[in-house]
């Protein structure tokens, strides 16, 4: 374990100052039930993030809503004593109200926008977002407004790259006529890989594709399932298989498992030297669904 090292994932260059290491973490699980309220062991979880950026981490990927902002603090906190700080790239979310646990409701008014940035770069201690994410598209509010409320806030020099979050490939598409696009967060793993589609476009258009609940392996995990049978052909879990099918579907692909647990960390971060074969990756990819 102690020769384990993100590096491994290879690298993806946002622009000419930041390239990160592929694999990342996201901070998701560093909050209560339901992604609400603290984690109850913030110690802890201080502890993953110091951890992960000594495995070579250095894409975080977080969003005011997990907590809310408690995942963020905790992030921070983490990286307080990183001496490669200024190398560390993270990526945020707003648009997203909470009203309780598992509760999320999509809220995109421009005036509400701009205020989750101004709170989260306070929040976060930066003068700007190295990458911010639309949560959700807000049905309520045209794309125009939406989109073009992060343009302001980009020209303003307190954003640096736009993403959109669990959207269609016309969706990205639509608001391409707004700003510039450069990264995409969906669903996708290798249990449900339906947004094949999307991750074809962003690849296309030079985005990153920041896949959300990675390690979901749905039921292809059972005791002689096909794909525990190739994790044992690496000597790897089916997990790790998952994350390095990821690593090997595109080259703008970026995981980001989240973990509260160390141990966890290190087992995700080992995925990122397994190299897979083009035909395991054929039978692999063949398990899941997908819309292809």
Excluded: C
């Amino acid at each position: 374990m102690s020769q384990i090292n993100a590096s491994a994932s290879g690298t993806y260059a946002f622009d000419d100052q930041f390239k990160v290491n592929r694999l990342g973490y996201g901070t998701m699980q560093l909050t209560g039930e339901g992604t609400w309220g603290p984690y109850d062991d913030p110690n802890n979880a201080v502890s993953v993030i110091k951890k992960a950026v000594d495995l070579g981490i250095n894409f975080f990927d977080t969003a005011d809503s997990y907590g809310p902002w408690f995942a963020d603090r905790y992030l921070v906190e983490g990286l307080k004593s990183a001496s490669n700080r200024d190398e560390i790239f993270i990526s945020d979310k707003v648009g997203q109200t909470r009203q309780g646990p598992g509760v999320w409701t999509p809220h995109g008014e421009p005036n509400y926008l701009r205020q989750q940035v101004e709170v989260s770069l306070m929040t976060l201690g930066i003068d700007h977002e190295d990458l911010l994410f639309l949560h959700r598209i807000d049905s309520h509010f045209s794309v125009a407004e939406q989109v073009g409320e992060l343009k302001k806030l980009q020209d303003e020099g307190k954003i640096k790259h736009i993403g959109l979050s669990q959207v269609t490939v016309g969706q990205i598409k639509e608001a391409q006529k707004y700003a510039k696009i450069d990264a995409v967060e969906n669903l996708y793993n290798v249990s449900d890989h339906r947004d094949d589609d999307v991750l074809d476009y962003a690849e296309s258009q030079h985005m990153a594709f920041v896949p959300w609940f990675p390690l979901n392996t749905g039921k292809l995990t059972g005791a002689n399932s096909p794909l525990a049978k190739i994790a044992d052909k690496y000597k790897a879990s089916p997990a790790q298989i998952a994350l390095a099918w990821l690593l090997k579907r595109s080259g703008n692909v970026l995981p980001i498992p989240g973990t509260s647990s160390v141990a966890h960390l290190e087992d995700n971060v080992a995925a990122a030297s397994i190299k897979l074969s083009d035909d395991d990756f054929k039978a692999i990819t063949n398990l899941g669904v997908s819309n292809r």
